[in-house]
């Protein structure tokens, strides 16, 4: 069986995942009271949003590939083994075993990069109402100061 690229999967970081992580660090050295650092973070976890949609797209890629390396590697053994169809069947599910955990792992990680879209997408909706809310205030605190 051909699994040896499937295998990689979770393995080293990848250089998204590391300029991702180089993003979360900046992120974190911020101050969301402060309105300039507030805009910084809606536009790093923007950047964030960016890296992590490709790495969904790698899991679903891998997925797919693993998919289609499996039922391909299932047909041959139902070709080649002799017997019964539910013998074929079944000797061709035992040996696709270690390629269903690699697309179910493939799946997972797709799964796992899509919450963190999702929440990235609620944490900068809430952060640019806070950034209209503070903007807000600043006008009334001017117009306060100029009558």
Known sequence: MEIDFIRMIGMSKSGKEIRLDELHAEIKELNPEILSDLNKMIRLYSQAQLII???????????????????????????ETGGTVAHKESEAEIQTYELRLAESEAKAESRKWQNLFKSYDNLIIAFRRDE????????KANALYEN
């Not at 797209?57 to 891998?62: F, G, I, V």
């Not at 693993?66 to 299932?74: C, P």
């Open 132 to 139: 209209r809310t503070a903007l807000e205030e600043y006008k």
């Open 53 to 79: 949609g490709y790495l969904d797209a790698d899991a679903l890629y891998k997925a797919g590939a693993t998919y289609a390396q499996r039922k391909r590697v299932q047909a041959e053994i139902i070709k």
